[in-house]
């Protein structure tokens, strides 16, 4: 299908989800990367339409998502929930606009993409369906420091545990985080006696333990044989993502009282020998990657120096005992930054650069 996009003007950019966590990230984005749009159009429920919200320095009115939302749209990113997608994206792409969808929805259709642009850019100027789709935070966490020892190494095989935020479960995760600290912080001895922190929050919000005081290892909905939805997508899309059909990979997601950025300590085989020290050099000069190792003077990542910031973060590289194929490292990343939107906005930014 033609696009309207020329060299005559600027694309037309649609963000559809604007009000939410993850459109309010983007918003930021846009009006602080460089500027490659014309037009940018914001589109949400109609609950939000009326409501004025800043991108680049001016107010902007919210439109309702209606099929004419998407007249003459070239580039439409959806950070909508799956079923939202499912039925809009289509109908954007049909519209005319290329899609560049954050939600599950097309993940792990063959007939999308899914790019992460420092691993596998030009997978995005191939969408038979015109979309392409935006991996999983937890995914998007690692994988670009995973690509770059790829290419070097040759992965064979990820074992994986996730410590994931509470804004990985939408402002109602934050809301009950922040909730359940408040309630926990009136008692000081909460936290030493068996069920007392869970009697004492009550409810839980979307969670299915009490998260204050608390890690719990399940993050998702139910998949098959005892594993989770999360779990699943860091098996699925790493494969995708890398290439690596047969990729072998072990996930346990484990949600923690951290606000926001997702945390993932690794064990990765690879192909060939390896040493920490070429893998600092792969990762220092790799783009997207903060390589921040040095823990005899304190330097390793955690979530607090990671949030608000573009980058991955990785730090413990050492070599396995026992394999010396072998990494072990552990990673933080803004999963509402390079977890969503800022990987949403560098793969709308290459599709913009493609039809200009």
């Known amino acids: 299908m033609a696009h309207r996009a020329h060299a005559a003007r600027r694309p037309t950019l ?11 990230v983007m918003l930021e984005l846009l009006s602080t990367r460089a500027d490659v749009w014309g037009e940018i159009r914001l589109i949400a429920s109609a609950r939000s339409a009326g409501r004025k919200l800043t991108v680049r320095g001016e107010q902007v009115e919210v439109h309702a998502l209606s099929e004419d939302c998407f007249d003459g749209v070239d580039v439409a990113m959806f950070d909508v929930p799956d079923e939202v997608a499912a039925h809009w994206a289509p109908i954007a792409a049909a519209r005319g606009a290329v899609v560049v969808d954050n939600s599950g929805a097309f993940r792990m259709d063959e007939d999308v993409p899914l790019v992460v642009p420092e691993v596998n850019a030009s997978a995005a100027r191939t969408r038979p369906r015109g979309i392409v789709a935006n991996a999983n935070c937890t995914t998007l966490t690692m994988i670009v420091a995973m690509g770059a020892l790829h290419a070097e190494f040759g992965l064979k095989e990820l074992v994986v545990a996730s410590y994931q935020a509470a804004s990985g479960a939408g402002k109602s995760g934050v809301d009950a985080l922040r909730q359940q600290i408040a309630t926990v912080a009136q008692d000081g001895d909460l936290g030493t006696r068996t069920g007392d922190v869970r009697r004492a929050i009550g409810e839980t919000g979307p969670f299915p333990a009490p998260l204050a005081l608390n890690v719990i290892p399940w993050a998702g909905s139910p998949a098959d044989a005892g594993w989770s939805s999360e779990e699943m997508k860091v098996r699925n899309e790493s494969r995708k993502i890398l290439g690596l059909p047969e990729l072998k990979v072990s996930a346990t997601c484990v949600r923690v009282p951290v606000v926001t950025t997702h945390s993932l300590a690794v064990h990765a085989v690879f192909e060939s020998d390896v040493t920490v020290e070429r893998a600092h050099e792969i990762l220092a000069s790799a783009p997207g990657v903060v390589l921040y190792d040095d823990p005899a003077t304190g330097e390793f990542p955690t ?23 072998a990494l072990d490292l552990f990673l933080c990343g803004d999963n509402l930054r390079k977890g969503a939107a800022l990987n949403t906005a560098q793969i709308a930014e290459s599709v913009a650069a493609e039809l200009g």
């Open 303 to 325: 979530p607090v120096d990671a949030v608000g910031t573009d980058p991955t973060w990785v730090g413990r590289v050492r070599r396995s005992l026992d394999d010396p194929r």
């Open 14 to 24: 649609a963000v559809v989800g604007a009000t939410g966590a993850v459109g309010t």
